[in-house]
């Protein structure tokens, strides 16, 4: 994610990563969601007296409200940040991700974000998440399929790719498709590039 945030980044902009010691390697309930919360605050504290800004790379934005509170810098959240972009002029989004039990998790942040009548819904894989992440190949296509749905049956007119995880599929997919694909890292790039300028 750090590499794919420091390809999105103007040139000599200093991209620094930060990986939570414990917790499970991807979110995929709405309990690990929870219980990241307080990792995302532990990190961003850590690391606000070295850096401009803060981006929260998990696509439910755990800790973002609390962390925004407790800094003096812009904080913003991947999906806050791709719901914006995809929502843009008025734009009807989808999202199209790999993790069903967080479907309701990720609907209650576009109605957190003020999105909800610009939300066409989410479209699901229906293969193990972990086990698609391992497997780039078939984690494009099964998402290419979800995103046609989003379009096709929902009516989408810009698809989210939910995921930070998602993130290298999420590039190759906007090559595919003629609407807009948003790849949230990228998309939380210059959101907060754009709120410190």
């Given at each position: 994610m750090v590499a794919i945030a420091g390809v999105a980044a103007p040139r000599g902009t200093e991209i620094v990563g930060a990986t939570a010691a414990l917790g499970p390697p991807m979110i995929t309930t709405a309990q690990e969601l929870a219980a990241a919360a307080p990792g995302v605050v532990e990190m961003g504290l850590a690391a606000a007296a070295m850096v401009d800004g803060?981006?929260?790379?998990?696509?439910?934005?755990?800790?973002?409200?609390?962390?925004?509170?407790?800094?003096?810098?812009?904080?913003?959240?991947?999906?806050?940040?791709?719901?914006?972009?995809?929502?843009?002029?008025?734009?009807?989004?989808?999202?199209?991700?790999?993790?069903?039990?967080?479907?309701?998790?990720?609907?209650?942040?576009?109605?957190?974000?003020?999105?909800?009548?610009?939300?066409?819904?989410?479209?699901?894989?229906?293969?193990?998440?972990?086990?698609?992440?391992?497997?780039?190949?078939?984690?494009?296509?099964?998402?290419?399929?979800?995103?046609?749905?989003?379009?096709?049956?929902?009516?989408a007119g810009a698809v989210v790719i939910g995921g930070g995880p998602l993130g290298e599929a999420a590039i190759a997919l906007a090559a595919r498709f003629a609407t807009p694909i948003i790849a949230p890292i990228p998309a939380a790039v210059r959101h907060l590039l754009r709120t410190i300028r």
């Open positions: 803060i981006i929260v790379g998990a696509f439910g934005d755990p800790g973002l409200g609390q962390l925004r509170a407790l800094v003096r810098m812009p904080v913003v959240g991947i999906a806050e940040a791709a719901m914006l972009e995809a929502a843009e002029g008025g734009r009807r989004f989808g999202i199209a991700t790999v993790t069903p039990a967080l479907a309701e998790p990720i609907a209650e942040r576009v109605r957190d974000v003020g999105l909800a009548e610009r939300y066409t819904g989410i479209r699901l894989t229906l293969d193990d998440p972990i086990a698609l992440t391992t497997d780039p190949v078939r984690l494009v296509e099964v998402l290419a399929e979800a995103v046609r749905r989003s379009i096709d049956c929902d009516g």
